[in-house]
């Protein structure tokens, strides 16, 4: 089967048969500020969901995890709110995140169970629930077609700007929309999940099909990124199909909604390491020459978790020998006399030897927006892997010296 | 056996039987700045040494490791120089490395393998040997008793002050002194080793429980200190005796040998973290209620790794939900329906509620420089472990981003 991949407008409301609405319901102090958001289908459709492997879960990620196994992968309606993550709070916690499922449904009409929820903010606070249901009731009154942009703006922290992307898939068998949103931008390397993510389909997709597709396109995007290496109490991305423009997703057919997925999933990560808290510089680590992918994998999450690399990125300088320094304490394979290190596609290290003289041209593509730096193991394997990070700055340290007071 | 272990004067120079000298060699480009190093027993003793596992190991690591299998764990003198890590820098680094023995082992008149030898400083420059060869030769000449300040001095890269100790050990057959000095500031994470660090001793010591006492001390001090989770390419931590006054350490002694070992290595490792790059307090973090050891090893690092832990407390934030959400991700057994978090001996979380009436309390506490946080897994377990690290500010930023440039 032979499809087509294209952007399309919009976001998380771009496939068809889903509206969403977002308003202040009074979480965030700063007035007029959005912090909560209904996103629903019109009708119950499937669903799929990825959360945190943080043992220290949120009350909503609980609460969403029974609901899907309750429901047998059906949703019809997602509620999230920003500026309370509601971790950490104990019985009140499960009860408020309960809470605003049931006043979801009722409010749109459908079984509690048919309603996910997720919360992002600040840990171990309480949601102020006579805030809350009242907003939940205003959004679900307020439920639009064109509304998806500001679901974007409604499920932001500390990002600096909303992430909304989508595609249009054709077929031979018809046409299909993947749309998506997500947030993020510190507390970020997800373990099997990612910080919020919202993924719709207007095709039909079988509960185990949808859930193969999310999981798949995760391992290499939002479980590709990290900001600070920090795994939250909170991440989970859903994916709800409303089957709405009639094509079902079948074997035959997966590769395409696979792809979009990748593609929406991909554009949303790479929006949340660019938007990562003090970030100035998009970071592409790739590691090559490993045996095997797991090898490639580690070594890149660790030399894009490195404090030194993400500091000497920030400052412009081509510090190889941190990159070095960062594989070899990996703990896989690794052998310098064969390793390289490419800044910019620019040789700095190769066969046991600095390029010194390349230092200059290398530190001009550092001093640019987007860096790509290429690391190869040196133990003749032919397996790759990249991981999207971003460099650390000051304005890291300040942001998160000063999230609470 | 009884004994007592009580603080004495000097450094690494206070066991008898030892000499140093240090000066500026023309490494560094400050102009006076100490940038090399001996350390030289009067006749020939026993030694021990630990090494970095980072798999990028530097050359004066890996001659080291030959010199001392190669005289069976016997040494008369350590050569050391700062500003360069003599690491990544190929065939020549190792020749390099080699001569630096070579040249200590003809100026004090013993066998190259019996001289062991470090370096720190950039990664991936290589030495210049027209400054380094005199340096040790005017090194060699000028070894004297009262020069071990100076030696805590020209190994120092980024650290803001020396770092040497020295205790007396009392037992009923006669009195010996354990002494040391350590440097390390940024890159510090230790795995089995630390940055450099020199402990001497004038008992008599056999090679074997020399570096069993090595090792013993170095799981709770300098493996048990974290600045910024990375390991050096370079760190190496070496114990030299000279059996100078007379005693012999055997099994019987052991544990006073052992008792003077950690008191030295602990001090030297806290002064490190004290001196960690940008640090403004030292952070102990202490995690109970765990099952295995290495449960909480794993969980104590984890949280003193964390970045958003590092800058809330860096902001005097007594954020304890990111020290919950560290110990969730860490991969050890939580619970966090029983689980705690102290702040300076105040409870700000306990059986999965909050106690936000004591943060002002908790914030008070870590408006100081010296700060306890201890965290119970809520596993049920005896096992606890402790961490020291610094907090994170933005100077550490600084510093990393303009090392080199």
Request: with cysteine; glycine share 14%.
């Given at each position: 089967m032979s499809y087509s991949v294209e952007p399309a407008q919009g976001?998380?409301?771009?496939?068809?048969g889903f509206r969403s609405a977002s308003l202040h319901?009074?979480?965030?102090?700063?007035?007029?500020?959005l912090d909560l958001a209904v996103l629903a289908a019109d009708t119950v459709g499937t669903a799929a969901g990825l959360f945190t492997t943080?043992?220290?879960?949120?009350a909503p990620v609980l609460v969403s995890q029974r609901h899907l196994a309750k429901s047998g992968g059906r949703a019809r309606a997602v509620v999230v709110n920003s500026g309370?993550?509601?971790?950490?709070?104990g019985d009140d916690g499960m009860a408020n995140a309960l809470r605003m499922t049931t006043e979801t449904a009722q409010a749109i009409g459908?079984?509690?169970?048919e309603v996910l929820v997720a919360s992002t903010g600040v840990i171990g606070v309480g949601l102020k629930m006579d805030r809350v249901v009242p907003g939940i009731r205003g959004a679900a009154a307020a439920?639009?077609?064109?509304k998806g942009a500001e679901m974007a703006r409604a499920?932001?922290?500390?990002?600096p700007f909303p992430k909304d992307h989508a595609v249009v898939v054709r077929t031979s068998r018809g046409h299909f929309h993947v749309g998506g949103t997500a947030k993020g931008s510190?507390?970020?390397?997800?373990?099997?999940?990612?910080?919020l993510g919202f993924l719709t389909t207007d095709a039909a997709v079988p509960p185990a099909l949808l859930q193969r597709a999310l999981q798949e396109s995760a391992r290499r995007t939002f479980n590709a990124?990290?900001?600070?290496g920090e795994c939250s109490t909170n991440d989970c991305v859903f994916a709800l199909a409303s089957g709405a423009n009639g094509v079902t997703v079948d074997e035959e057919l997966y590769p395409a909604l696979q792809a979009a997925f990748y593609e929406v999933s991909k554009a949303l990560a790479i929006g949340i390491v660019r938007g990562g808290?003090?970030?100035t510089k998009l970071v592409s680590i790739t590691v090559t020459g490993a045996r095997e992918w797991a090898h490639a994998e580690r070594a890149a999450r660790t030399i894009a978790n490195s404090l030194l690399v993400k500091t000497a990125i920030h400052g412009g300088d081509p510090n190889w020998g941190r990159l070095v320094a960062a594989a070899g304490r990996s703990g896989v394979p690794f052998d310098l006399s064969s390793a390289a290190v490419h800044i910019g596609g620019i040789v700095l290290f190769e066969n046991g030897q600095p390029?010194?003289?390349?230092a200059e041209r290398a530190a001009a593509h550092l001093s640019g927006k987007e860096i790509d730096i290429e690391l190869d193991?040196?133990?003749?394997?032919a397996e790759r892997a990249t991981i999207w990070t971003c460099d650390l700055s000051a304005e890291y340290v300040r942001i998160n010296a000063d999230y609470r007071t």
């Open positions: 976001g998380v409301t771009a496939p068809g319901s009074g979480i965030k102090a700063k007035t007029g500020a943080n043992l220290a879960k949120a309370c993550a509601n971790a950490c709070t459908c079984a509690p169970e439920l639009a077609r064109d499920i932001m922290t500390t990002d510190g507390m970020i390397e997800p373990n099997m999940a990612t910080m990124i990290t900001v600070d808290e003090g970030a390029h010194d003289a390349n193991l040196g133990t003749g394997g």
